[in-house]
């Protein structure tokens, strides 16, 4: 049998609440240890170590954490016995700590992220079923060499596409610009498709030294939007700014200005946009070239922040910040290969 290092963060899964037919429960109130408990059937298919990385609400989340994890993932798989990582997590911010694993997990083998929508308490609880889902992808051959994956509601979700997209149904995720890559029934493991981006071994991040991250904002743009909050955000001490622009990530003309100046103080602005399909791309109707603004292809806002975040932390020179971090940011762009190799942009 494999064996499955469990690292458990919190979130619904590990929820409890006082009432099988209300919505309100409590977060990360139960360890992982009961957590396995409650899924006996995983014994079967694994030998399973279950720790305790936080009891969090993935509202919560944050750098230390994230970091925490990293390590303790690319510890856990550099040991010859162990096999995979489940890693079971809140849903509000899955997508981030998936692809933030997916850029510095040094690894090949399987890296599952589960969670759930209703918590352990709740009537038809989605927990047990997802994590023997999970597990079950975990010592899945054909997971070796796919990066970080999200097992929710019987799919299979890479970490780069994949996106919460419903707040309360159980069907909360979906990878908008690429669809799952496959699916998982009572363990039963399909793939469809491979992910092409670059990930785990592939990525150049090391936070294996890493105690932060740089400061990177997300401002969300719409009509009559004011420079008030480029300016908190450079007031703040951001290194980086994510722009969530309208449409192909376009700003207010008065907040184009406020991040024209960000970029003249070495703050890297980078055009996302509030639209949940499709790519930002660069010279749309924004003079990028002119303003010194970066795009970030298809990455949503959120996970374009975490991109930038890593980007940044490749130099430490405040005045070469911006030309070091395009050039990092422009390399990773020309070495994907699949028709993307023109876009001055994020992967
Ligand atoms: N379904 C969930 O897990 C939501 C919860 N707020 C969390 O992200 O931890």
Redesign the pocket.
């Known amino acids: 049998k494999p064996t499955i290092a469990i690292l458990a963060t919190?979130?619904?899964?590990a929820?409890a609440g006082t009432s099988e037919i209300k919505s309100s429960y409590s977060?990360?109130a139960v360890t992982v240890d009961k957590l396995l408990a409650a899924v006996p059937a995983i014994n079967d298919i694994a030998t399973v170590k279950g720790e305790q990385i936080s009891s969090i609400?993935?509202?919560e989340m944050n750098n230390k954490v994230w970091l925490k994890l990293a390590k303790r993932v690319n510890e856990l798989l550099a040991q010859s016995d162990i096999d995979g990582v489940v890693i079971t997590h809140?849903?509000?911010?899955?997508e981030e700590t998936a692809y933030f694993l997916d850029l510095t997990v040094k690894s090949k083998k399987p890296v599952v992220l589960v969670?759930?929508?209703r918590s352990g308490t709740s009537m038809s609880a989605d927990g047990p079923m997802n994590l023997l889902n999970a597990v079950n992808v975990a010592t899945n051959k054909d997971t070796t060499g796919k990066g970080v994956v999200v097992v929710m509601n019987d799919e299979i979700h890479s970490a780069r596409e994949v996106t919460k997209v419903n707040t309360s149904s159980v069907n909360a995720f979906a990878s908008p610009n690429a669809g799952k890559i496959g699916t998982v029934y009572y363990g039963d493991v399909k793939y469809l498709m491979q992910p092409t981006r670059k990930h785990t071994v592939n990525s150049e991040f090391d936070i294996s030294k890493l105690e932060d991250l740089p400061r990177v904002d997300i401002l969300f743009a719409h009509p009559e939007d004011t420079d008030t909050l480029v300016k908190a955000a450079v007031a703040a001490g951001a290194k980086g700014i994510i722009h969530a622009g309208m449409g192909n990530g376009n700003p207010f003309p008065t907040t184009e200005v406020a991040l024209a100046e960000a970029v003249k103080k070495g703050i890297v602005v980078a055009r996302s946009s509030r639209v949940p399909t499709g790519s930002t791309t660069l010279e749309g109707e924004v003079d990028d070239a002119k303003l010194g603004f970066i795009a970030v292809d298809s990455l949503n806002a959120q996970k374009a922040r975490v991109l930038l975040m890593l980007g940044l932390t490749k130099t430490n020179d405040k005045k070469a910040l911006q030309k070091n971090v395009l050039r990092v940011l422009r390399s990773y762009s020309i070495s994907l290969g699949g028709g993307v190799e023109n876009f001055t942009c994020m992967l």
């Open positions: 919190g979130g619904t899964i929820g977060a990360g609400g993935s509202q809140g849903t509000d911010t899955m969670g759930a929508m």
